[in-house]
């Protein structure tokens, strides 16, 4: 049958070398460092995610029912919800440009093209487990639509550790005392934690006010007439008042494109107006095994032929979940109004 699977670079072991072999190059981001990925060998593992976890809400709502709080009943939607993957395409043009490469050259191209874009899906997959990590850290929630199913899953940071500033009295006014505020919401961080949050998560629009806020001008000893700081000066500021540093994330948003509709779709993770304090230890992402892993956990990528219509896919497949363990070592500040 014409595709792709008879050859070696589309067999079990060479495509488990590209997924194995594009890990290494995988970067470390905020949420890793956050929520750690941990691999689990329980197939019941998202099940026992909801039965066992102190600080995950039972809030999920099935539809147009009412939310549901027993978790027995939510436990025995998890093992579809945790599953995750992505696919492409190979057509039968490009089936058919493959068989007919006339020289080594060409066929080697055509083998290439079709290995980039497997190792795209790999990579694009990785996104769905950063993303999962991200809201789950910046949002404190997670929300997923599949299978006319809607889930939505409340991690359980506490009230206290949630604070929005009013229009008029926010980050937007240069006059506020941001540091007056931030040293309020630190303290009150260790108060509950006995330990200082390691970094202050924020958008480049948070950032750019904090740089124009009067008070950090003036602490930071620019010019007369200075009408900003710079985030050099912004962290040595935060540093002299036993601040935490700030981390700016560039990207507040991850895009892939859906199985199901195979729209393009971009997710934000971080609000704009939102700082996210946090320390190691709040959690961890649990990735777990999947019947076409042969019940091993990780990323699995495989390729299968199709006769009607001629084609090829490229799949990617996996489950897992992010859990908060210690949802106290995360605190919200909606810092103005969007």
């Given at each position: 049958m014409p595709g792709i699977t008879h050859l070696e670079e589309f067999q079990q072991p060479a495509l488990r070398a590209l997924v194995d072999e594009s890990e290494q190059d995988a970067p470390i981001s905020f949420a890793d460092r956050f929520l750690p990925t941990e691999n689990v060998f329980s197939r019941n593992f998202a099940g026992d995610i909801i039965k066992t976890n102190n600080f995950l809400a039972g809030y999920i709502g099935k539809g147009s029912e009412p939310p549901t709080v027993d978790r027995n009943e939510i436990a025995s939607y998890m093992g579809e919800i945790a599953q995750f993957g992505l696919q492409d395409i190979v057509t039968y043009s490009e089936i058919e440009a493959l068989h007919e490469a006339q020289n080594n050259a060409r066929y080697q191209d055509a083998i290439d093209r079709i290995t980039v874009r497997a190792v795209d899906i790999v990579d694009a997959t990785r996104r769905l487990i950063q993303l999962a990590k991200a809201e789950a850290l910046c949002k404190g929630e997670l929300s997923t639509n599949r299978n006319k199913i809607k889930f939505d899953f409340d991690f359980g940071i506490p009230a206290e550790n949630k604070v929005a500033l009013t229009g008029g009295n926010d980050f937007s006014s240069p006059d506020f005392d941001i540091l007056g505020f931030l040293e309020e919401q630190v303290q009150a961080y260790s108060d509950l934690n006995r330990r200082l949050p390691e970094t202050m998560l924020m958008s480049r629009q948070v950032l750019q006010m904090?740089?124009?806020?009067?008070?950090?001008?003036?602490?930071?000893?620019?010019?007369?007439?200075?009408?900003?700081?710079?985030?050099?000066?912004?962290?040595?500021?935060?540093?002299?008042?036993?601040?935490?540093?700030?981390?700016?994330?560039?990207?507040?948003?991850?895009?892939?494109?859906?199985?199901?509709?195979?729209?393009?779709?971009s997710?934000?993770?971080?609000?704009?107006?939102?700082?996210?304090?946090?320390?190691?230890?709040?959690?961890?992402?649990?990735?777990?095994?999947?019947?076409?892993?042969?019940?091993?956990?990780?990323?699995?990528?495989?390729?299968?032929?199709?006769?009607?219509?001629?084609?090829?896919?490229?799949?990617?497949?996996?489950?897992?979940?992010?859990?908060?363990?210690n949802p106290f070592l995360v605190k919200h500040l909606d810092v103005f109004t969007p």
């Open positions: 904090m740089l124009k806020n009067e008070q950090i001008i003036a602490e930071a000893g620019r010019s007369e007439g200075s009408n900003r700081a710079s985030q050099a000066n912004l962290n040595n500021v935060l540093q002299e008042f036993g601040l935490p540093s700030i981390e700016v994330v560039l990207d507040r948003a991850i895009t892939y494109k859906d199985n199901e509709t195979s729209d393009t779709l997710n934000e993770f971080l609000p704009v107006n939102r700082i996210v304090m946090a320390s190691s230890g709040a959690g961890k992402y649990l990735l777990g095994p999947t019947l076409e892993n042969n019940f091993q956990p990780g990323i699995l990528l495989t390729a299968e032929d199709k006769k009607k219509p001629v084609m090829s896919v490229v799949e990617t497949v996996g489950a897992g979940f992010p859990v908060l363990e």
